[in-house]
């Protein structure tokens, strides 16, 4: 059951909307609805002219944690790039379809793609600390956007706090993070995109690389921002799906017969309850039941 998220004060002001209660996706339960954040019609994403995902129509809602599930190379992760602009960065992806954040196409030539990443941060399979500070880390992306000392301190504090890292750094603050567990390093990755004030997070595999104790962390983290962000997560894991997520987005493969390519395309979209009881996709119950490797 989704809980009623709150609207971030000074996000996006000129484009906040109301929140509608009532409306219900599912006759069953009631939940609340709130506004899109990303909709998505006929996104494709193709690599030197080959389509590895396409046709993915969704809409991703504030407050709202979307897991993305399915086998390896269905196009999770080249999805998950377009709503930061990621796949800019890698040579040879072109983007079609559309792609909307709050109402704006997000590849608009206008649209300044480092702005885009402020908003929408991300979280990589393996934790990626700067070689620098606990302190630096988090400090980062606010000292680039022009944050002076005493402001900083507040940011670092108040990031460490939310990413529920504080009170085990607090003392090392000055320390390098290399030296840190997997699983604080991810919480410090977090933090880090946490500090930029990003209206979503991105997470790709957060947990993977860690052990079943730090996954835990990090999943009930995801739990406690889930009413100030709004989170979309890859996970290889059914059952983190099931514990964490609101939405669960199903991708699937078709192979060509011609060439035996692989394009990967979304096969279902529901509310994870929905998904992981009474999926109406076949396709999906073939995944969730394990008879489909
Ligand atoms: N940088 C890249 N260059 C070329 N092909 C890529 C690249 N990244 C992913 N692909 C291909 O796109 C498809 C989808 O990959 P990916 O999005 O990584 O899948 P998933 O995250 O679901 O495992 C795969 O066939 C993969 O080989
Ligand atoms: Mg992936």
């Given at each position: 059951m989704t809980n009623q998220p709150t609207m971030k004060p000074n996000a996006f002001p000129s484009l906040a909307s109301t929140i509608h209660t009532g409306e219900t996706r599912d006759e069953e339960i009631p939940r609340v609805v709130t506004e899109p954040v990303f909709e998505t019609t006929g996104l494709s994403v193709l690599y030197s002219g080959f389509r590895?995902?396409?046709d993915v129509d969704l809409t991703i809602r504030r407050g709202e944690i979307t897991a993305f599930i399915g086998s390896s190379g269905c196009g999770k992760s080249t999805i998950l790039r377009c709503f930061n602009r990621m796949n800019d960065l890698i040579e040879g992806a072109a983007v079609e379809g559309q792609l909307s954040y709050r109402g704006v196409?997000?590849?608009?030539?206008?649209?300044n793609p480092v702005e885009v990443r402020r908003r929408v941060g991300m979280v990589f399979q393996k934790p990626n600390p700067f070689p620098k500070s606990i302190f630096e880390n988090v400090a980062y992306g606010p000292k680039l956007q022009g944050a002076k000392k005493p402001e900083l301190a507040e940011i670092v504090e108040r990031s460490l706090r939310k990413a529920a890292l504080w009170d085990e750094v607090k003392d090392r603050l000055n320390e390098s993070a290399m030296g840190m567990s997997g699983g604080q390093q991810q919480r410090l990755c977090i933090a880090r995109a946490i500090a930029s004030d990003p209206e979503v997070l991105l997470m790709d595999e957060?947990?993977?690389?860690?052990d079943p104790i730090a996954t835990a962390r990090i999943e009930d983290l995801m739990r406690e921002l889930r009413d100030e962000y709004t989170i979309v997560i890859v996970t290889h894991n059914m059952q983190q799906a099931a514990r964490v997520s609101d939405m669960t987005a199903y991708f699937g493969v078709e192979v060509s017969e011609e060439d035996d390519r692989r394009t990967g395309m979304l096969v279902e979209y529901n509310r994870t309850e929905k998904m992981f009881?009474?999926?109406?996709?076949q396709r999906t119950e073939n995944y969730i039941t394990g008879r489909f490797g």
């Amino acid at each position: 059951m989704t809980n009623q998220p709150t609207m971030k004060p000074n996000a996006f002001p000129s484009l906040a909307s109301t929140i509608h209660t009532g409306e219900t996706r599912d006759e069953e339960i009631p939940r609340v609805v709130t506004e899109p954040v990303f909709e998505t019609t006929g996104l494709s994403v193709l690599y030197s002219g080959f389509r590895a995902v396409k046709d993915v129509d969704l809409t991703i809602r504030r407050g709202e944690i979307t897991a993305f599930i399915g086998s390896s190379g269905c196009g999770k992760s080249t999805i998950l790039r377009c709503f930061n602009r990621m796949n800019d960065l890698i040579e040879g992806a072109a983007v079609e379809g559309q792609l909307s954040y709050r109402g704006v196409n997000l590849y608009d030539p206008a649209v300044n793609p480092v702005e885009v990443r402020r908003r929408v941060g991300m979280v990589f399979q393996k934790p990626n600390p700067f070689p620098k500070s606990i302190f630096e880390n988090v400090a980062y992306g606010p000292k680039l956007q022009g944050a002076k000392k005493p402001e900083l301190a507040e940011i670092v504090e108040r990031s460490l706090r939310k990413a529920a890292l504080w009170d085990e750094v607090k003392d090392r603050l000055n320390e390098s993070a290399m030296g840190m567990s997997g699983g604080q390093q991810q919480r410090l990755c977090i933090a880090r995109a946490i500090a930029s004030d990003p209206e979503v997070l991105l997470m790709d595999e957060p947990c993977s690389a860690l052990d079943p104790i730090a996954t835990a962390r990090i999943e009930d983290l995801m739990r406690e921002l889930r009413d100030e962000y709004t989170i979309v997560i890859v996970t290889h894991n059914m059952q983190q799906a099931a514990r964490v997520s609101d939405m669960t987005a199903y991708f699937g493969v078709e192979v060509s017969e011609e060439d035996d390519r692989r394009t990967g395309m979304l096969v279902e979209y529901n509310r994870t309850e929905k998904m992981f009881s009474n999926p109406e996709d076949q396709r999906t119950e073939n995944y969730i039941t394990g008879r489909f490797g």
